[in-house]
DNA sequence: ATGGTCGCGGAGCGA
């Protein structure tokens, strides 16, 4: 099973790179995030056309995610069970061949102190509740997608710069870190060590050309997934070339 | 470089 994630900012906009990329990868499973559309208006049939099932919950101009899937999609579930009617569309989940998959996309939160720095705390706990209601730690889950938050210092390029801004802040990883007290795992650092492995650069500042970026993209998984996982890798490739999106995809490998 | 570039939608916001 090798399970991919990648935030696409815009799925329409990202299509002529999102397409060969299928066609090259084939992954079993694609968690997107920033599609930017309606579920009405999602580019189901060019995906379909790629051999995948599509699942979208999206809004009109932010946020959105979606998975694609090659075998059966089942019990799917779209945002949180204490979402409002208009609440942010920022998460789904689904099951995929005894796979419990969780796609996320977090709250950015501005900057720190900010109200949507606020926003995005909030939202946190409400994730581990979330996990707490309706997930087992003993089951074979993968919670992944753009989590606008870095680990440790060892996925910043400039730790000095970033120190305490928005994305590397103490709160937003202690509110990570309480989301992976549910029982996950960071499954990228069981197979690489080291710094310097990013999955986002700032377009504005060309961050990606200066090598400048953040890993804020991630595999948690449970203990039984993390045991089943192979390997965990950044696709740096898919940033190169004519109109990437601002992030990396994530590949990740079970057995 | 307190700037810069995208995407959406058709001005300004979000990232």
Redesign the pocket.
Known sequence: MRIATWNV??V???LPRLLPWLEEHRPDVVCLQET??VDELFPTSYLEDQGYDVVAHGQ???NGVAILARRGIRDVVRGFPDDAEDAQARAIAATIDGWRILNLYV??G?EVGHE?YQYKLAWLERLRRYLDAAFCADDQIVVCGDFNITFDDRDIHDPAAWHEQILCSTPERDALRRVMDFGLFDALRKHHAEAGIHTWW?????AFARGAGLRIDHFLVTRPALDACNAVDVDLDACRGK?PSDHAPVIASFA
């Open positions: 900012n815009s329409r906009a990202r930017k559309v009109k101009t932010y709250p950015n501005a949507k700032d377009m504005r500042t060309r109109s």
